[in-house]
């Protein structure tokens, strides 16, 4: 341009009116599907490449999920059955390859907690639009629209055009036929309007005090102002009385933080209001009208110096090259909107303006922590990245007071930074950069020679630089966050038309009708979905086309109660939740259940957006139900037993908590229905003394464990009767597996106890006789086995020496006659021997042998049979007796002591050695008989201590019947102790008896 003036700012404006509103339509179409979806009571889900993307609430209760979310990327097939997992998988390659919808099928699902349930399950796939085209072009036209805009306001230098124009680009802007611009009249004492549009037209002239009015707070304030209804502004001017003024929105015209005016656009229709974007376009824009109004005011003065003095000329055409320069440096940085670019654009041309090659550009954090050095050229190439505070420095103390500052000396300013060296720098400056009134950068100029300045027109022009660079940036700003948030609306609109898609093929393809539709029997439907064709035969269409036909197919009987549940919702807001009865078009009579709730549409008014189920299979169900209740209830009151049902709440507290009891309690004890019911504790009083603690101890085991009981008792009848009960009871779980219920029956014994009785007192005279002759059977079993295996022998040996004996004509010298009379008498002993010890077994198998305890000195009597023992002579022993009294019966522990020692003799070799023991221990006496032979086997060393059995290779040298063992343990048991043989150290066995 020719004309000197202040360079222009560019921008960029767009109308996204339409835009604004489908987002809206969009997020309330979602919200309301949305809506319908978690509100169904049917189990919900959304499956993509085989794992759960989506489940409403109803399908995490199903499954056993606490949440939804406990689903999401979970394989579908964890829950399906394995008997179903090739049928699921069949039917999800239909939906997903094919595109096809899958019909209403019966399987098993297995929940959380590894339940099986069987389930009905639907299947349908979904498809998604394509996205919404680009609106960076739409971007672009505002930022275009507002560059024309500047281009026109800086090419009108006569003060007058300029106004008009100011006020009706600002008007366009804000998309009204309303505006106004004052001025500050000369002495600062008042503001006059100036030009007016619209409603404004008549008002061109008149003044306004500082603080008073709209544009008054402004001027006061020095900030913009909008408000939503200036009628009803307590600060309003009675000025603008008659005018229909609704509306308000002002911006300050500022010139070195000084107002020169104010710039207002009003909105006379009702209703239309400004938004925060009209507030922040009218801002920016005002900023420029400033710069073009102060270019105006600077060519005006001009002028009128140039008339006055001839010398001013040469200023004049240097203030002029100088704006022409500024001029196309701010054309070049208004085409720059790459915020980089940009930075390194302003730096180079600033730097150009101030005739250096010094030059840097500081920017803010985005978390106000600190600046750094983004681009620097000269001797600030090398700085950049550098990071410095608020107040340090030249660029930290121009971000600190927002104010531009100038160094005459650098090396002599006292805020200078350590990190410069001397002799770096002559003059700096710097200027803030600013976004409304935050300062977002710093950009600043140096010299580094001798006599180099930075005059007054210098830094006058490097201010106005400045400010179109801060608006230069600003826009870059703005231009990279509306690409942002152009990237992340695109992503949001494709995310709330896919969900719109998906939320729309869920509604309307789930096995229930959901609708939107007016309060009222006679109101419209505004929506239904299609399932309202396969459950009631009527199409959607013609569903909603007779606003009335709902309120027509109700069934009579359920008319008047549903009407006044959808009263009721209407006037508090309740969600609507009944069950009740539909006619079909084919006259059939449908069960539904409607859950609803109470939402607000269009113009405020209420609206029921719900679901309806078809349950007519479950009503159906119900009354069967009700029927076999019926039934089985008569069967339970018809059986000849006592039916009751006991309820468990928590810790089981008390005997019983009966909620109910059959009317056969009366005919048995005597007592009602209502008697057992109401007194808690009327069972416990009825049963006999006798059996309570054990009737007691049961029950209660049954009511903590839940374990089947079967036991019998006596309970007594209010007529003092003993009835014999047999009491079955079972408990019964809730669906979490707690114990809830004890339902069982009694049963009336009392005869069959007669009788048993009875048979069992001839029972018990019977057996006793069988015992007896079991006893006898026994004995002579066990002494004929004894013949057979010991008595033989010794007889044998006893009859040959009596027959030799006896013979008269052998002659036999006196020392064999002994020998003979010696294993005579040896054989009978043993005969005895084995005798006695039969018949003490036959004595303790009856339980007729008490033990004769008396205080004895067991060592002693231990090392007196020791001694007697025919096992001394035979191989060595060893006894080993600390002194200890016990009361004990002797005989039977000399009896244990011998066949022990016995033992040890018959199953080990020759040349062993036997170790007898004797000691206190717990309150007892301990004997133990050790050898070191073989040992005894660990998986014999039970039953060796019974009658008649003997260890596995029993030595040819030491026959036996295998009873002295067992005498062993039953002496022990007799005295209330016990015998065992365990391994002894070293080797061999060691026999130990313990008695008490």
């Known amino acids: ?147 024309d805009t500047a281009l026109g306001l800086m090419n009108r230098l006569e003060l007058r055009g300029l106004l008009e124009d100011i006020v009706s680009r600002a008007a366009a802007l804000a998309g009204t036929a309303d505006g106004c611009v004052y001025i500050v009249d000369e002495a600062g004492d008042a503001l006059e309007l100036q030009i007016g549009i619209g409603a404004f037209r008549h008002f061109v002239g008149d003044r306004i005090p500082r603080g008073e009015g709209m544009a008054g707070h402004v001027w006061e304030m020095g900030e913009p102002f909008v408000l939503e209804d200036y009628a009803t502004w307590e600060g309003r001017q009675e000025l603008y009385g008659d005018q229909s003024l609704h509306a308000g929105l002002a911006a300050p015209l500022m010139s070195g933080g000084q107002v020169l005016g104010v710039i207002g656009v009003a909105h006379s229709e009702e209703g239309r209001k400004f938004s925060q974007e009209d507030l922040a376009l009218i801002d920016r824009f005002a900023r420029m009208a400033s710069i073009a109004l102060d270019n105006a005011r600077l060519y005006t003065t001009a002028q009128e110096e140039l008339a006055e003095r001839e010398r001013a000329e040469a200023a004049l055409r240097r203030q002029n090259e100088y704006l022409a320069a500024l001029h196309e440096t701010s054309l070049a940085l208004m085409e720059r909107l790459k915020p980089n670019e940009l930075l390194e654009a302003m730096v180079v041309r600033a730097a150009a303006l101030a005739s250096t090659d010094h030059g840097y550009m500081y920017l803010v954090d985005p978390d106000g922590a600190g600046i750094e050095l983004k681009v620097g050229t000269g001797a600030f190439a090398a700085r950049t990245g550098r990071r410095t505070g608020r107040g340090e420095g030249l660029a930290g103390r121009v971000w600190e007071s927002g104010q531009p500052l100038a160094v005459e000396d650098y090396d002599a300013w006292a805020g200078r930074s350590p990190a410069v060296e001397k002799g770096t720098f002559g003059p700096v400056i710097g200027f803030p950069l600013k976004s409304g009134r935050e300062v977002i950068g710093i950009i600043g100029l140096a010299h580094d020679r001798e006599g180099r300045t930075f005059g007054p027109e210098e830094i006058e022009l490097l201010g106005r630089f400045a400010n179109l660079g801060s608006i230069a940036l600003d826009n870059a700003r703005l231009y990279a966050q509306s690409q942002r948030q152009l990237h992340e609306r695109e992503v949001a609109e494709e995310k709330w038309r896919a969900a719109e898609e998906q939320f729309r093929n869920l509604v309307e393809r789930i096995p229930a009708i959901t609708y939107t539709a007016e309060f009222g029997e006679t109101a419209p439907w505004l929506y239904v979905s299609p399932q309202v064709e396969s459950i009631l035969g009527f199409t959607p269409e013609e569903w909603m086309v007779r606003p009335n036909i709902w309120s027509k197919r109700l069934h009579p009987e359920d008319r008047e109660r549903v009407l006044g549940d959808e009263e009721h919702s209407h006037d508090t807001g309740e969600p609507m939740l009944c069950e009740y009865r539909l006619f079909a078009k084919d006259g059939r009579v449908v069960w539904v259940r409607d859950e609803s709730v109470v939402v607000i549409g269009p113009g405020g008014r209420p609206l029921l957006q719900g679901v309806m189920l078809d349950i007519t299979r479950r009503k159906h169900a119900e009354e069967q139900l009700r029927e076999a209740e019926a039934k089985y209830r008569a069967l339970v009151e018809q059986i000849p037993a006592i039916t009751y049902v006991d309820e468990i709440q928590g810790e089981f507290d008390g005997l019983y908590h009966s909620v109910y009891v059959s009317p056969q309690v009366e005919p048995v004890l005597g007592y009602s229905q209502h008697e057992f019911l109401e007194q808690a504790d009327l069972w416990s009083v009825v049963i006999h003394p006798e059996d309570l603690d ?302 008490p």
């Open 694 to 995: 054990r009737v007691v101890e049961t029950e209660t085991a049954h009511y903590r464990t839940g374990e089947p009981i079967s036991h019998e008792y006596r309970l007594i009848a209010r007529d003092g009767r003993v009835v014999w009960v047999l009491d079955r009871a079972i408990g019964i779980q809730d669906q979490q597996g707690r114990l809830r219920f004890s339902q069982g029956l009694l049963y009336d014994i009392t005869e069959h106890k007669k009788l048993e009785e009875d048979l069992a007192r001839a029972l018990g005279l019977e057996r006793e006789a069988a015992e007896r002759l079991r006893a006898l059977d026994e004995l002579k079993n066990t002494f004929l086995h004894a013949v057979s295996h010991e008595l033989r022998t010794p007889l044998a040996a006893v009859l040959g020496f009596a027959l030799t004996l006896e013979r008269e004509e052998v002659q036999l010298p006196t020392e064999e006659r002994r020998d003979i009379v010696r294993r005579l008498a040896a054989n009978a002993r043993k005969l005895d021997q084995l005798l006695s010890d039969l018949l003490d077994l036959d004595r303790l198998d009856r339980g007729i042998v008490e033990p004769r305890r008396r205080p004895t000195d067991v060592a002693a009597l231990v090392r007196r049979t020791v001694e007697n023992s025919d096992v001394v002579g035979t191989r060595p022993v060893r006894v080993e007796a600390r002194l200890v009294v016990a009361s004990i019966d002797a005989p039977k522990v000399e009896r244990i002591v011998e066949n022990l020692l016995a033992n040890a003799a018959r199953h080990t070799p020759p040349d062993s050695s036997i170790w007898v023991r004797v000691g206190p221990q717990e309150d007892g006496v301990l004997i133990s008989v050790e050898d070191d032979g073989p040992g005894v086997p660990e998986d014999i060393r039970d039953t060796i201590f019974e009658p008649f059995r003997q260890g596995p290779g029993a030595p040819a040298h030491s026959p036996g019947v295998g009873i002295g063992l067992s005498l062993v343990a039953r002496f022990a048991e007799l005295h209330g102790g016990r015998a065992w043989v365990e391994e002894r150290p070293g080797g061999g066995a060691a026999f130990k008896v313990f008695l």
């Open 1 to 147: 341009m020719d004309v000197p003036g202040p360079a222009l700012f560019t921008a960029y404006i767009r109308d996204i009116t339409e835009r604004r509103r489908a987002e809206e339509a969009l997020r309330e179409s979602e919200e309301r599907y949305r809506r319908l979806v978690e509100l169904s009571p049917e189990a919900i889900a959304v499956h993509s490449e085989g794992r759960f993307v989506f489940a409403n609430s109803a399908a995490a209760r199903l499954l056993g999920a606490a949440d939804p979310q406990e689903l999401i990327d979970r394989p579908i097939l964890d829950v399906v059955h394995p008997d179903y997992w090739e049928v699921v998988s069949e039917r999800t390659r239909r939906e997903t390859e094919q595109g096809q919808a899958v019909p209403l099928v019966e399987e098993k699902f297995i929940r959380l907690d590894g339940t099986v349930i069987d389930v009905e399950v639907a299947g349908i796939p979904f498809t998604y639009r394509e996205r919404v085209v680009s609106t960076l072009r739409q971007r672009t036209e505002y930022l275009a629209a507002l560059q």
